[in-house]
């Protein structure tokens, strides 16, 4: 099956940079909250302060959600792989490793989606190219995580592998989310159903196994701003910004912001956080970013343009 690829304008390109920003921040958001707040409440506060937001635009748009009990069952399905356990794993994970190392091992989603794809569709199949990016994506992983494992980190191990199977529900969700397209339902209301779904599940459940309304309450500036942050930038405007690409740009083109995500969270990290990095780290970016490359294939197309270019004006230029 052959992928289209369409161009992106301006006005896409600045959108593709604002989600990469907006969900790069989230990892910062994150390892602020986390300092004071369980990895449950994170999330709960996260996906319930985001689901009234949506709620309130479908309302001022002069929409309302739908009541069907299937596309209610597909919120939640939605909302378990895409929200519950990604952000509560990765959430978790970031109490134990810098917000940077997370959101490297976050940008393994493609390539577990590649696999997943492979064995729940049957037309998102193996290529050459896919297959040569997902090995040297992993080659990269195996290198932080075997160092890790080496060292005996027991803690870190754990929430390195918390991130990837965050990343790998992510991929499940990149699957389940294609049944959207035939129930008939809005990008807007789709955003909406799973956090909504997602909320109702988790405040509950952090209410019971956090007990987070009970003193010592944390109440911390520094961290209700990053919880705001975190629910109505890098979730509720995040999620609009990414229909949005969705629908202009394709899904080929949203690839992209895999390469930048781990960018703005690295530099947050650093600058804000004051975390550091270790050169095994930045050698497994290199690995995974490699490995993207091989997957999306554009910039190779660009190289052999471009060589191609020289390798004419270059026989024009000995003609004459």
Sequence with gaps: MKTIHRTMGLMEWALLLSLSMLWGGSFFFVGVAVEELGPLTIVALRVGLAALALNAMILLRGQRMPLNRGLWAAFIGMGLLNNMIPFSLIAWGQGHIASGLASILNATTPFFTILVAHFLTRDELFTPGRLAGVAIGFAGVVYMLGTEVHEGTDSRSWA?????????????????????????????????????????????????????????????????????????????????????????????????????????????GIFVLGERLEWRHMIGMGLIGLGLVSIDGRPWRWFRRMAHARWKAKRGGTSQ
């Design 160 to 268: 390195q592998l918390a991130v990837l199977a965050g990343a790998v529900s992510y991929a499940f969700a990149g699957v389940f989310g294609r049944r959207f397209r035939t129930l008939g339902c809005s990008p807007l209301v789709a955003a909406c159903g799973q956090v909504t779904a997602s909320a109702l599940v988790l405040l509950p459940l952090a209410l019971v196994v956090e007990r987070f309304w009970q003193p010592p309450w944390p109440a911390g500036l520094d961290t209700w701003s990053a919880v705001f942050g975190l629910a109505l930038f890098s979730t509720a405007l995040a999620y609009l910004i990414y229909f949005r690409l969705l629908e202009s740009a394709g899904a080929t083109n949203l690839l992209l912001v895999t390469f930048l995500i781990p960018a703005s969270a690295i530099l947050l």
